[in-house]
């Protein structure tokens, strides 16, 4: 089953490239979770993200899938206030943060397999620069996008199991409530799925895919699903520093004293900004 699996996904069978992902998730909860909590509920929306799918994967003529929507467009949307940067996330995958493959442990403050980030809760760390931050932050890429966020006063979520992103991220935005614009960064290995769930629920996501570290085959993904990952992952220099960029041009404002300090309040597992004082 599973070779007859390769081989509709190598000829693209009906426009979908997930028939080996769907029969290998066969017995495990996430893909039944989302079938009902979102698909069944949101019968014509899903319908729609489905055709949408099955558009970019006409258009990739076999390429990588880098999402639902172009990164440029997204930097133009938030650049022209077509979307307020309230409406946008950015979320990387808990895999970012700094690890030990020597001691198989994550020296994190907030520890490794959750939501979590201090440079969010605690407001101060945004006054400095991330060279002044303890160790590890002050070298942590996800500490430099979590500032990234707060500087452009946008949603932060970092991504941990598929159950957790169908409802932190998908479910929510479905039901009108979540972020409809967003900048993904996960294991190429879940590009095709990921932007399967963002065409559904009506995502304008662009997927960044790391280059180092990452999840290789079905038995890689399951394991970090749980939180069984002992290694980094890396984003590819250039696309990072083109990110920080981008981002950094867009900011609002910038955290330079105790007046210009932007709070978030973490909710549902996703950094969410609460004022500006």
């Known amino acids: 089953m599973i070779k007859l699996a390769q081989w509709l996904d190598r000829k693209e069978f009906l426009n979908y490239r997930l028939w080996e992902f769907s029969l290998r998730n066969l017995f495990r909860f996430f893909p039944y979770h989302f079938l009902f909590r979102i698909v069944l509920m949101h019968p014509l929306k899903a319908l729609r993200?489905?055709?949408?799918?099955?558009?970019?994967?006409?258009?990739?003529?076999?390429?990588?899938?880098?999402?639902?929507?172009?990164?440029?467009?997204?930097?133009?949307?938030?650049?022209?206030?077509?979307?307020?940067?309230?409406?946008?996330?950015?979320?990387?995958?808990?895999?970012?943060?700094?690890?030990?493959?020597?001691?198989?442990?994550?020296?994190?403050?907030?520890?490794?397999?959750?939501?979590?980030?201090?440079?969010?809760?605690?407001?101060?760390?945004?006054?400095?620069?991330?060279?002044?931050?303890?160790?590890?932050?002050?070298?942590?890429?996800?500490?430099?996008?979590?500032?990234?966020?707060?500087?452009?006063?946008?949603?932060?979520?970092?991504?941990?199991?598929?159950?957790?992103?169908?409802?932190?991220?998908?479910?929510?935005t479905i039901k009108n409530r979540g972020s409809r614009l967003g900048i993904f960064l996960l294991c190429p290995y879940s590009t095709d799925a990921f932007t399967w769930g963002l065409a559904i629920c009506g995502i304008d996501g662009f997927l960044i895919s790391f280059c180092k570290g990452d999840c290789l085959n079905h038995e890689d993904f399951t394991r970090a699903d749980i939180g069984i990952k002992q290694k980094q992952t890396f984003i590819e220099e250039t696309i990072f520093d083109h990110l920080k960029t981008e981002l950094t041009n867009l900011a609002q404002t910038k955290v330079q004293n105790e007046q210009d300090r932007v709070q978030y309040i973490y909710k549902n597992n996703v950094y969410k900004i609460k004022s500006n004082t």
């Open 49 to 172: 993200g489905i055709f949408k799918y099955q558009k970019l994967v006409r258009e990739a003529k076999g390429g990588d899938l880098t999402g639902t929507g172009k990164l440029d467009e997204i930097f133009d949307q938030l650049k022209t206030g077509l979307i307020d940067p309230s409406d946008f996330v950015l979320a990387p995958g808990f895999c970012m943060k700094p690890y030990d493959e020597d001691k198989t442990v994550s020296p994190c403050p907030a520890e490794h397999f959750n939501h979590r980030c201090l440079v969010l809760e605690k407001p101060s760390m945004l006054l400095n620069d991330q060279q002044q931050w303890q160790q590890p932050c002050n070298v942590c890429s996800l500490g430099t996008l979590a500032q990234l966020s707060a500087k452009l006063k946008a949603n932060f979520h970092i991504m941990t199991s598929a159950h957790d992103i169908t409802n932190d991220l998908f479910l929510p």
